[in-house]
């Protein structure tokens, strides 16, 4: 079996070692046109294995690429069950409605699983029952995008069988206004909104795309489609956070270094919803116009949440505590969400002697948000669930070295909170590097140090 099914594939451009063919890559992922074979690149990690598993497939006549996944691949491929899994799927063509259903039973067979899948193209994007599959899938924790050109790149870079492949040479930017379509339509799709997307064909049998966006929902999915899909990712990548949400270590310890000021605000968050086990874990950062709480709340929420009546936690981990205009428009959230819990871990204070940052912070401890600086374990574990790097030693990030400024910063929280006079100086020393000083003068100052010390 193994031997006619190595045939096969090499036949159709996989070689013996699992890689694809440049030429049948090139082809098979353009979307700008409609292949009839559908192929999946895929990665599967486990939490016991540094090495990830890497490899190639295809649908054959009478299977989808996704059941062969899930029916032999994975299963040959499966070690310790309780071991955590992630897998990452890159397909030329969307999964059907059926798949969809056989995916969604996969996974709750094996609830240590996590599923993010790419697409080149949405498969039959007007038929009701995969537009549905899709937003199952999504409802349950998967998480599907368009696949963009560093997604194109990473693609070229792993599975590409090529001698004379040039690492860095495959950017295929022609294909940005098809990726524009299909991450537009996979938004109308999540957002249950009418399809934008009309695919007819010319005289010579050649695709043509159309883009129609009648209503003021669909011209909203435009603008997330666009911000989300085309410019955001390229733009996460060149700031440290890759593909798959993860941080880089390099992009984490630079901005969660609470002895340092830089410039941008990171943001990690999970969500947890009481109707699924998986939470929810990713990035993002502060853009030019746009605070990241800001970008949280009106992007990423919206797209990840399902049934409202869902109890939901979230928690943020920010290399800088919110403002006061964030605060405001975070009260205002919460305010129409009243199943949401929200826990904020900061790893510094953002302009801690501004009055109105300050106020802010204690508005939203009054209607029941927990605000907390970064300590030592908070540090261990966004290490362990946020940051992504091969050799990475899991249990290995402690920084005891920014305890002093843990310290400082937790005690000028409690000013704050308790609505006291500011504990803590920050100004420039001979490099511009920040000097730190603590400044006690009165006594509900010292008792405010009390608490805050753990
Ligand atoms: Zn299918
Ligand atoms: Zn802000």
Redesign the pocket.
């Known amino acids: 079996m193994a031997a006619g099914w190595n045939r096969d594939h090499v036949s159709r451009g996989i070689t013996q070692g699992g890689k694809i063919f440049q030429e049948t890559f090139i082809d098979t992922y353009d979307p700008s046109v409609l292949r009839r074979m559908q192929y999946m690149l895929y990665e599967i990690k486990w939490s016991n294995n540094k090495k990830p598993w890497q490899s190639c497939c295809h649908s054959t006549r009478t299977e989808?690429a996704?059941i062969h996944f899930i029916e032999d691949v994975f299963q040959e491929q499966r070690s310790d069950p309780s071991a955590h899994c992630s897998i990452t799927w890159y397909m030329s063509w969307s999964?059907?409605g059926?798949?969809c259903k056989e995916i969604r039973d996969f996974l709750k067979d094996q609830p240590n699983v996590n599923l993010v899948i790419y697409v080149a193209r949405i498969y039959w994007h007007k038929e009701e029952t995969n537009r549905q599959g899709l937003r199952s899938l999504v409802n349950i924790g998967v998480t599907i995008r368009v696949m963009d050109l560093p997604a194109y790149s990473y693609c070229w870079r792993t599975f590409v069988d090529d001698d004379d492949e040039d690492e860095d040479d495959y950017w295929p930017r022609h294909f940005a206004p098809w990726i524009m379509l299909y991450s537009l339509e996979l938004q109308t799709i999540l957002q249950n909104i009418p399809s934008c997307l009309e695919i007819s064909t010319d005289e010579n049998q050649t695709p043509v795309f159309s883009l129609c966006v009648e209503d003021d929902q669909q011209k909203r999915a435009l603008t997330s489609a666009n911000r989300d899909s085309i410019l955001f990712p390229t733009d996460h990548v060149s700031r440290g956070i890759r593909q798959g949400g993860k941080i880089s270590k390099e992009a984490f310890m630079e901005n969660y270094d609470p002895s340092v000021l830089p410039k941008e605000t990171y943001l990690l968050y999970e969500i947890k919803w009481s109707s699924s086990k998986r939470p929810w874990q990713n990035c993002c950062h502060n853009s030019l116009t746009e605070h990241a709480e800001i970008y949280f709340l009106e992007d990423i929420f919206k797209k990840q949440r399902s049934d409202p009546s869902d109890h939901c936690s979230i928690t943020w981990y920010m290399s800088w505590s919110p403002c006061g205009d964030c605060c405001k428009a975070i009260r205002g959230f919460l305010k129409d969400q009243p199943n949401v819990n929200l826990v904020i871990y900061v790893a510094r204070i953002y302009w801690h002697k501004e009055e109105t940052n300050r106020q802010g912070l204690r508005s939203l401890v009054n209607i029941g948000v927990s605000i907390r600086v970064m300590d030592l374990p908070v540090y261990s574990y966004c290490w362990r669930t946020f940051v992504d790097d091969e050799d990475k030693d899991e249990d290995d990030y402690w920084p005891r070295h920014y305890s002093p400024w843990i310290m400082l910063y937790s005690l000028e929280l409690q000013s704050i909170l308790q609505n006291i006079p500011s504990c803590l100086e920050i100004s420039s020393g001979e490099n511009q590097t920040p000097v730190f000083s603590l400044c006690i003068e009165n006594d509900q100052q010292k008792r405010a140090l009390t608490s805050a010390n753990p």
Do not use: A
Request: glycine letters at 0%; a negative charge.
């Open positions: 989808h996704e999964p059907c059926d798949c």
